[in-house]
């Protein structure tokens, strides 16, 4: 709408008398006349802020929310928000866990007024409400998890064979599933690959994979052990990213790491003697050798917990 339009169908006079009526009336204590006052100057001049707060808050007090709310908005857009406006809006949001619409408003506040002490006091209220909301929308997400893992594997259709493959292994949940690796379960006797394609498509419909449990528990020890290494190297980040390349090994070792897939420093001194021993090929002499190149620099291999 243009504002030569607005402008047009602005009746500010007619807006003024029904707000010095409705004014009057909610200084008596009829609200509801006061409303309908309000009411009929706002459809007069709908650009009237404070004709729009007026009318808001006394259908806040009388809880009819969703127009407060809208009118709230309303005078919220203006060039100059109405701090009364936000504050009260931001009540009615905080009350409905709008927790992010609330905060908007209280710090629109505080860039206007740093030194406001309602919303001061108000915002640290809505950021608590808002980190328990959080935790809790958390510890509902863990109880479903936590409820999917516990699944019998018996509960899903599969082939008598994958079933008794199972109940062999002793894997008895979808939980159970995720320990265990693609090559664990082919490890197995008389466990085929038809068994495992229906395992996989199985756990791909619960937006699982074989082994995830065994991954992300790896991948919280590289973590530990990773910042355990910073604080050993005075977190020396380029050296742990440096290339194995750079350490000048023999061909055996560099081979044995690259089966491993260890491309950097970080990446070794985060395997054990027996990880590392365990590559074909890989002997006594290559180790000590590894050794004895990481003693140089300051570091060693990871050692296992007692």
């Known amino acids: ?134 935790d809790d929308e958390q510890e509902r997400r863990d109880e479903s998890q936590s409820a999917l893992l516990d699944t019998p594997v018996t509960d899903f259709e599969m082939s008598v064979r994958t079933r008794n493959a199972l109940r062999k292994m002793e894997i008895r949940t979808l939980g159970d599933l995720l320990k265990v690796t693609e090559a664990e379960l082919r490890s197995f006797k008389n466990f085929g690959d038809a068994s495992l394609d229906e395992i996989k498509a199985m756990l791909a419909q619960k937006g699982l994979r074989l082994g995830q449990a065994v991954e992300q528990q790896q991948e919280l020890a590289k973590q530990q052990v990773y910042e355990q290494l910073r604080a050993e190297t005075g977190g020396d980040d380029e050296l742990l990213n440096r290339g194995v390349g750079e350490m000048d090994l023999s061909v055996r070792a560099r081979k044995a790491l690259a089966l491993l897939g260890v491309q950097t420093i970080g990446d070794l001194v985060m395997k054990t003697e027996a990880e590392l021993m365990g590559v074909k090929n890989f002997g006594m002499t290559s180790l000590v050798e590894i050794k004895e190149k990481l003693a140089e620099i300051g570091i060693s291999l990871r050692k296992l917990e007692a």
């Open 1 to 134: 709408m243009s504002d030569t339009l607005a402008a047009d169908i602005r009746d500010t006079d007619t807006a003024r008398k029904y707000f010095d009526a409705g004014f009057d009336a909610e200084q008596q204590g009829d609200r509801m006349l006061a409303i309908e006052k309000y009411e009929a100057a706002y459809a007069a001049d709908p650009e009237d802020m404070q004709v729009c707060f007026r009318l808001a808050y006394n259908l806040d007090l009388v809880g009819e929310e969703d127009e407060a709310i809208h009118l709230y908005e309303e005078c919220c857009r203006a060039t100059r928000a109405p701090l009364n406006a936000l504050i009260n809006l931001a009540i009615l949001y905080e009350d409905r866990g709008k927790f992010a619409q609330a905060e908007r408003c209280i710090r629109q506040v505080l860039a206007t007024d740093p030194n406001h002490a309602r919303a001061r006091l108000f915002i640290k209220d809505i950021l608590a409400s808002k980190g328990m909301l959080i």
